[in-house]
Each structure stands twice: as structure tokens, then as C-alpha cells.
Antibody
Framework: QLQLQESGPGLVKPSETLSLTCTVS??????????WGWIRQPPGKGLEWIGS???????YDNPSLKSRVTISVDTSKNQFSLKLRSVTAADTAVYYC???????????????WGQGTLVTVSS | DIQMTQSPSTLSASVGDRVTITCRAS??????LAWYQQKPGKAPKLLIY???SLESGVPSRFSGSGSGTEFTLTISSLQPDDFATYYC??????????FGPGTKVDIK
């Protein structure tokens, strides 16, 4: 059964870079059938897609984050990672990683999801 | 970007009720729509994809319908485990993936 697990610091200072890693177990990240995505949820609010990556390194990201995002993949470790630069309090959220279906050669729905990790931006 | 809206934002219902949640897209997304269930402190769980395809393992009381800009999620007979927040998500090509604001289903 595929599982995803987020890891990284739970506290980041304003203006610094948020870095998270998602470790995939029970399946290979090198599958042509999937992309791998990051989604976040501010406390008490809705879901926002951050970006997605294919095992080859091809990425899609959300223009609303104004190019602050870098998503990378390490197939040797079965991991993919998120870096979000110049964070502010508005970036405080639970960050989820998820597998994203590559049906018809485009990223689609997300399943399954990791349990999520809360990242707080505060000095 | 394609904007998603959901109605109602909150729905109070009883066990056994038939429940319908509506999701609307700001432009046509054909049937590129998914539905998720989220319980407090937990990650979202996929229920429906391609507007009406039931994810494996999801009870058959959940169903999805619609195309274009208007979609519905129906729970045919609400069970205690179904009290949660439900989100729709569009995955139309060449547009950022966006989620609806959510519909909370609580106990009447």
C-alpha cells in the first residue's frame, strides 16, 4: 500500500526558506502513471495546490506563489521536495504531499495523501 | 484561473438523510472534477474522480454527477462516518489546479 510521509522543520522564520521532503514508500516514484504534488491548508481554511513534479523532473507550479517555489525529485531516495522562499506568516499552513494521477498524460486528481505537517512562520 | 464555488457552505443533516452538495466552475471543465472528504486533523481522501467515477474502496452511497460548469456530490443515506468537510477540485489542463472552499456536513 502506497504511503507518503512529509518531513521538515515545523517552524520557519519570516523571509527564510521553507523546506519539506516527502518520502514515498510501498511504490516507486519512477512511475509513468503519476505525478507527485504539494498542497497546503492554512489553519481553518481551504486547500491550495502548490505544485507538482514528474519523476523526470518536469514540473507544474501555481503562478499565485510568484515563483517562490522549487519542487525537485530524488528518484534514488524515492523522495520529492518543496522549497518555498521568502516566507511570511501567510505561508503558515499544514503542508501535504500527495500522488497525482497522470491519466491521459496530464496531472489530475490526488490520491493518496500524506498525513500532513504543520509549518508555522514566526520569529 | 478557474474559480470553484460550493454550496451550501454548511449543511446540517441527520443519519439516513439524502445529501447533495453542488460545485460550480467559473468556466467549463468538461468532467475534469474530483471530490474529497476531509475529517478534522486528517488529510483529504479522494471519493470521486472524472466527475462520476467512484474511487476504489469508497462506499457506493457516494455518487457524483455533472459536466461543464455544474457538478453534484450526493450521499444517498448519510452515515455517522460521513460527517466531514467535502471539497471539489478541478484539474482542467493548462490551468492551476483549484479547490472549492468546502462544504461542512454536520449533525442536525
Amino acid at each position: 500500500q502506497l504511503q507518503l510521509q512529509e518531513s521538515g522543520p515545523g517552524l520557519v522564520k519570516p523571509s527564510e526558506t521553507l523546506s519539506l521532503t516527502c518520502t514515498v514508500s510501498g511504490g516507486s516514484i519512477r512511475s509513468s502513471s503519476y505525478y507527485w504534488g504539494w498542497i497546503r491548508q492554512p489553519p481553518g481554511k481551504g486547500l491550495e495546490w502548490i505544485g507538482s513534479i514528474y519523476y523526470s523532473g518536469n514540473t507544474y507550479d501555481n503562478p499565485s506563489l510568484k515563483s517562490r517555489v522549487t519542487i525537485s525529485v530524488d528518484t534514488s531516495k524515492n523522495q520529492f521536495s518543496l522549497k518555498l522562499r521568502s516566507v511570511t506568516a501567510a505561508d503558515t499552513a499544514v503542508y501535504y504531499c500527495a500522488r497525482q494521477s497522470n491519466w491521459l498524460l496530464a496531472p489530475n486528481w490526488f490520491a493518496p495523501w500524506g498525513q500532513g505537517t504543520l509549518v508555522t512562520v514566526s520569529s | 484561473d478557474i474559480q470553484m464555488t460550493q454550496s451550501p457552505s454548511t449543511l446540517s443533516a441527520s443519519v439516513g438523510d439524502r445529501v447533495t452538495i453542488t460545485c460550480r466552475a467559473s468556466q467549463s471543465i468538461t468532467n475534469w472534477l474530483a471530490w474529497y472528504q476531509q475529517k478534522p486533523g486528517k488529510a483529504p481522501k479522494l471519493l470521486i474522480y472524472k466527475a462520476s467515477s467512484l474511487e476504489s474502496g469508497v462506499p457506493s452511497r457516494f455518487s457524483g454527477s455533472g459536466s461543464g460548469t455544474e457538478f453534484t456530490l450526493t450521499i444517498s443515506s448519510l452515515q455517522p462516518d460521513d460527517f466531514a468537510t467535502y471539497y471539489c477540485q478541478q484539474y482542467n489542463s493548462y490551468s492551476p489546479f483549484t479547490f472549492g472552499p468546502g462544504t461542512k456536513v454536520d449533525i442536525k
